[in-house]
């Protein structure tokens, strides 16, 4: 049997009438860029998520640094986030002029650790960007009192857990932006490249929309801006789909409980802790093999019995090379818990639309691999 990695086509199929509807709006109505549907998108997109503006821009990078941008951080600056994201987080504070300075993750969310956070706070520190990695929010009511205490902007990567949250908290709360991506591979993805950007701010929310439309809010009028606008087949794709994410996201979950049964006897590997006062959205099932040296035998056998098993990440940020302008980043403290993950993790397919069989193949040849290498 083979089990993808992806579940995007069936996606597409599953609802194929709604989002065939909205695309055809679109090229009927003649209107590609910044039009009504992106417009009727993000007001969607703003009430679902429960911020005052959302912004559609190209991208989820772009998302990162047009926020940091519009909060006036760049050169000399500096930014608070984890080591162990996906290299776009880092990329995207570079990209802004500013540097990255990495702190560990807690060893159970994976997110920052906000114990550690207070230790790398210099006087150029101007946010904090905590990334709630695999679907699992980051501890915010700790980053948002640290960000209060030390007056620091927060701007939370939320591309990987959309539809996430705090028992207590939501997203965004207490934060000036919060970030997504929407490319396909995402829990709510387009088809292409898509992100944006949530704000209870009205002056960041105007500052976006002008970075992103070359500078401009008004017709040959412009300033400093860029091209990066989350088009309109692309915002038609998303809403059909942003009407079923609380269904898929509850299949996930779904998914994640049947898979931490059947692997609750399991030694070789620790499953994702199901951390309590959270909704983890399991945008990745990523669990940690404990012996290092057998992870990518792991992953190659996965792969030879037909299952696209992956890892996510396994080259820590402050890990890669080939910077030609040199260290990329600066490193706080140990980075242990960010280089166990790195050397560690394997991700298990994990998508709404997997099916029993599939799922029971999956348990069945984890389990195997386990049994042989406990
Ligand atoms: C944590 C994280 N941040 C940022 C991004 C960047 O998003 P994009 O690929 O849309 O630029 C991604 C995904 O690609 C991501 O997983």
Not at 82 to 104: H, R, S
Not at 281 to 294: F, N, Q, R, S, T
Request: glycine fraction near 8%; charge should be negative; aromatic fraction near 10%.
């Amino acid at each position: 049997m083979k089990v993808s990695f992806y579940g995007h086509v069936r996606q597409y199929e599953n609802i194929k009438g709604e989002i065939d509807a909205n695309i055809n709006e679109v090229l009927q109505s003649g209107s590609y860029v910044q039009g009504p549907m992106l417009k009727a998108f993000e007001a969607q997109a703003a009430e679902y998520f429960g911020t005052t503006y959302a912004v559609g821009v190209g991208n989820g990078t772009d998302a990162l640094w047009l926020s940091l941008m519009a909060l006036g951080i760049g050169e000399g600056d500096e930014v608070i986030t984890n080591a162990n994201t996906f290299f776009a987080t880092a990329e995207a504070i570079w990209i802004a002029g500013a540097k990255a300075v990495l702190v560990d993750c807690d060893p159970k969310t994976k997110c920052i650790d906000p114990a550690k956070i207070e230790a790398a706070i210099t006087p150029n520190t101007k946010a904090i960007m905590p990334v709630h990695l695999y679907g699992q929010c980051a501890n915010m009511p700790a980053i948002w009192d640290i960000a209060e205490k030390h007056g620091l902007k927060v701007i939370e990567d939320n591309a990987q857990a959309i539809d996430g949250a705090g028992d207590t908290f939501k997203q965004g709360d207490r934060s000036d932006a919060v970030t997504t991506s929407f490319i396909i591979q995402k829990n709510l993805g387009c088809f292409g490249d898509g992100g944006m950007v949530f704000t209870n701010d009205a002056a960041m929310d105007k500052t976006i929309r002008k970075l992103r439309n070359h500078g401009s809010d008004a017709r040959n009028v412009h300033s400093f801006g860029f091209n990066s606008r989350l088009d309109d087949l692309q915002a038609g794709v998303l809403s059909a789909k942003m009407k079923h994410i609380t269904a898929l996201t509850d299949q996930r979950i779904a998914w994640a409980r049947v898979y931490d049964e059947a692997f609750k006897d399991c030694q070789s590997f620790i499953r994702p802790t199901n951390v309590p006062g959270y909704r983890h959205v399991y945008h990745l099932y990523a669990i940690e093999v404990k012996d290092a040296a057998k992870r990518d035998a792991m992953v190659q056998f996965l792969q030879d019995n037909g299952i696209d098993a992956k890892t996510h990440y396994s080259i820590a940020i402050h890990q890669q090379d080939g910077f030609p302008w040199g260290k990329p980043c600066e490193v706080v403290g140990s980075l242990e818990n960010s280089e166990a993950n790195a050397a560690t993790c394997v991700s298990l397919p994990m998508y709404p639309e997997l099916t029993q069989e599939e799922i029971d193949y999956v348990i069945g040849k984890v389990c195997e691999w386990d049994q042989a290498n406990q």
